[in-house]
């Protein structure tokens, strides 16, 4: 059974480019949980998605970053016209149930993509 | 606003020692606190959980305490081994949907 897979591992992008992340669940989770890790820093929570529905995003930039979950394939978090603050680690998360039901131990993590922006 | 607070950033102990990792917060509505350990570019494992309503739980090396009057909690890592050297992050479960809110996390060095 594999695990979270994330995919680039290393994406370096311009400023004003746009950055793709894709991340794909644990086979039989519809949970995702997208964070952000700046350097010298610890994750920092962004969005929760299940299948095809944001349920909390309060974690997101306001401008600029979205994120999906569609019916079939993987979830994609999408920066438009990326800059220099953007460059960190990015590493989704995936569950099989609200991870606070049973304490978050069905919670895996992927191994993230390094987005550096030149 | 940091919710949860791991306020020393490194800590070195020798093998076969005690390692014992603080952790504070500030949130009282935490229902679950976790600890991760994280390997230079991997993700997070999940290494062991309390709940709010308990004060320790164990499993093998590793056990955590929780005060909840202090708001504090510690991981203990008994005996240390060289695998163990890693960064571990301390975090709070908030709210149904399972988000979770991490400390800046320790890094662990354990030394022959």
């Known amino acids: 059974n594999a695990g979270v897979m994330q995919n680039p591992r290393h994406l370096v992008r311009r400023r004003g480019q746009e950055a793709r992340l894709r991340c794909s669940p644990m086979k039989g989770h519809s949970h995702v949980y997208w964070y952000r890790q700046l350097p010298e820093e610890g994750l920092k929570f962004m969005v929760y998605l299940q299948k095809e529905n944001i349920i909390d995003e309060s974690g997101m930039p306001k401008e600029r970053f979205s994120a999906e979950f569609p019916k079939e394939g993987p979830s994609i978090l999408r920066i438009q016209q990326v800059v220099r603050g953007d460059s960190a680690a990015y590493f989704c998360?995936?569950?099989?149930?609200?991870?606070?039901?049973?304490?978050?131990?069905?919670?895996?993590f992927g191994q993230g993509t390094r987005l550096t922006v030149v | 606003d940091q919710q949860v607070k791991q306020n020393s950033p490194s800590l070195s102990v020798q093998e076969g020692r005690i390692s014992i990792l603080n952790c504070d917060y500030t949130n009282s509505m935490f229902d679950y606190f976790l600890w991760y350990k994280k390997y230079p570019a991997e993700g997070p494992t999940f290494l062991i959980s309390i709940s709010s309503i308990k004060d320790k739980n164990e499993d093998g090396r590793f056990t955590v305490f929780l005060n909840k009057s202090a708001k504090h909690l510690s991981l203990h890592i008994v005996p240390s081994q060289p695998g163990d050297s890693a960064v571990y992050f301390c975090a709070g479960l908030t709210d149904s949907w399972g988000k979770l809110q991490f400390g800046a996390g320790t890094q662990v060095v354990v030394t022959p």
């Open positions: 998360a995936s569950s099989d149930l609200p991870s606070s039901r049973t304490g978050n131990t069905e919670a895996f």
